[in-house]
């Protein structure tokens, strides 16, 4: 599974870094506390949360995540979307809420 | 010449809805100073309507009340401004203007009691005080400095609502006056959980929700005057003003 898999199933905007359309998807993480994912979330997960603050993108860049889906239509502002341009870290919106992103991701994992 | 000050610098009021009831500003002064603290600061959420009639009841006690806020970011980061004048007011507005909407739910989230310096009901604070605002925690720190006042993050060893828990990590741009320790923190504790951190100043105070809270945790303050200038030259440990806590 990688990202190119999940973008329209997850009606998913990608916000940065098409490059990485190949990176491999070991699974997904949902959480909204920083502190949470930076202790429990693992390489090549996707990150899916409605934060939106910059430093999701150093977050993600740490754990060496997939991808960060910043769901229910919000969008990152431009400071974080060129931070996350710099760091080649993979941003997606969707309109979707978590419930319903995690919810296909996990079918889609699971396949 | 510099003197101590025993500081409190996170109290609510009875105007927060997860605060118990006896918390008016009257009774908050006559503990603080049977408590022998000499500087507090009244610090509701997203709202500072009980913070004047908190300065009119001290005035007959030999103690200092600061006006001040937790301000909750978009993050659900908790922030506290702390002032000493009326520009709490001017932060007021923009936090009300960004709050949002909603009415407050009492059986689920408490009473939002606004009272006077006799402990007078003047009324309830309808908002959705428990809520967050819209503003990101960066802005919110910029205002609170635009207008004057301290800004500082509360609670940071809090696994909930504080910069760390919510971010992560504190972004280098975000230029705290103090981060805040909570009752339950050491300094020893503090020394080895936040290292990282060690280039801000560390203050403690007891983020009291009831009466037997206050004062669980202080500050002692080195200054010349309990005043907002003279507490930011302590944070910043010039001309020998200082801020310990144990």
Same mark, same amino acid.
């Given at each position: 599974?990688?990202?190119?898999?999940?973008?329209?199933?997850?009606?998913?905007?990608?916000?940065?870094?098409?490059?990485?359309?190949?990176?491999?998807?070991?699974?997904?993480?949902?959480?909204?506390?920083?502190?949470?994912?930076?202790?429990?979330?693992?390489?090549?997960?996707?990150?899916?949360?409605?934060?939106?603050?910059?430093?999701?993108?150093?977050?993600?860049?740490?754990?060496?995540?997939?991808?960060?889906?910043?769901?229910?239509?919000?969008?990152?502002?431009?400071?974080?979307?060129?931070?996350?341009?710099?760091?080649?870290?993979?941003?997606?919106?969707?309109?979707?809420?978590?419930?319903?992103?995690?919810?296909?991701?996990?079918?889609?994992?699971?396949? | 010449?510099?003197?101590?000050?025993?500081?409190?610098?996170?109290?609510?009021?009875?105007?927060? !809805?997860?605060? @118990?009831?006896? +918390?008016? !500003? &009257?009774?908050?002064?006559?503990?603080?100073?049977?408590?022998?603290?000499?500087?507090?600061?009244?610090?509701?959420?997203?709202?500072? @309507?009980?913070?004047?009639?908190?300065?009119?009841?001290?005035?007959?006690?030999?103690?200092?009340?600061?006006?001040?806020?937790?301000?909750?970011?978009?993050?659900?980061?908790?922030?506290?401004?702390?002032?000493?004048?009326?520009?709490?007011?001017?932060?007021?507005?923009?936090?009300?203007?960004?709050?949002?909407?909603?009415?407050?739910?009492?059986?689920?989230?408490?009473?939002?009691?606004?009272?006077?310096?006799?402990? @007078?009901?003047?009324?309830?604070?309808?908002?959705?005080?428990?809520?967050?605002?819209?503003? !990101?925690?960066?802005?919110?720190?910029?205002?609170?400095?635009?207008?004057?006042?301290?800004?500082?993050?509360?609670?940071?060893?809090?696994?909930?609502?504080?910069?760390?828990?919510?971010?992560?990590?504190?972004?280098?741009? +975000?230029?705290?006056?103090?981060?805040?320790?909570?009752?339950?923190?050491?300094? @020893?504790?503090?020394?080895?959980?936040?290292?990282?951190?060690?280039?801000?100043?560390?203050?403690?105070?007891?983020? &009291?929700?009831?009466? &037997?809270?206050?004062?669980?945790?202080?500050?002692?303050?080195?200054?010349?005057? !309990?005043?907002?200038?003279?507490?930011?030259?302590?944070?910043?440990?010039?001309?020998?003003?200082?801020?310990?806590?144990?």
């Amino acid at each position: 599974m990688n990202l190119q898999d999940l973008i329209k199933d997850l009606s998913l905007e990608i916000v940065t870094c098409e490059e990485s359309m190949n990176n491999e998807v070991t699974g997904a993480y949902v959480s909204d506390l920083l502190s949470d994912v930076m202790a429990n979330s693992n390489v090549g997960n996707i990150w899916i949360t409605l934060q939106t603050h910059l430093n999701i993108i150093a977050v993600a860049d740490m754990k060496g995540l997939a991808g960060i889906i910043i769901v229910g239509n919000r969008k990152p502002a431009e400071d974080v979307i060129e931070k996350a341009r710099a760091e080649k870290v993979t941003v997606m919106t969707t309109p979707l809420p978590a419930f319903e992103a995690a919810g296909k991701l996990y079918q889609l994992l699971d396949r | 010449m510099l003197k101590q000050y025993k500081a409190d610098l996170h109290i609510h009021t009875c105007l927060s !809805p997860c605060a @118990e009831l006896d +918390m008016t !500003p &009257a009774s908050i002064i006559e503990t603080a100073s049977q408590k022998g603290l000499d500087i507090i600061a009244i610090t509701d959420h997203n709202s500072a @309507e009980n913070v004047q009639a908190a300065r009119k009841s001290a005035a007959q006690f030999n103690l200092t009340v600061l006006a001040g806020m937790e301000v909750a970011s978009s993050e659900e980061a908790h922030i506290l401004g702390i002032f000493d004048d009326d520009r709490i007011l001017d932060l007021q507005e923009i936090v009300y203007k960004n709050l949002l909407p909603g009415t407050n739910d009492v059986s689920r989230f408490g009473e939002q009691v606004i009272v006077n310096e006799q402990d @007078e009901v003047l009324g309830m604070n309808n908002r959705m005080l428990i809520a967050a605002t819209d503003l !990101p925690a960066q802005t919110i720190i910029e205002t609170i400095h635009d207008l004057g006042g301290l800004a500082i993050a509360s609670h940071i060893d809090r696994g909930a609502f504080s910069i760390l828990s919510q971010l992560g990590f504190i972004p280098d741009q +975000m230029n705290f006056d103090a981060l805040e320790m909570s009752p339950n923190m050491t300094r @020893e504790k503090a020394e080895s959980l936040f290292k990282d951190y060690s280039s801000y100043t560390w203050i403690a105070s007891s983020d &009291a929700h009831y009466p &037997a809270d206050i004062a669980k945790k202080i500050s002692n303050f080195s200054l010349q005057a !309990p005043s907002i200038t003279e507490i930011r030259m302590a944070m910043k440990n010039k001309d020998g003003r200082k801020v310990e806590w144990e």
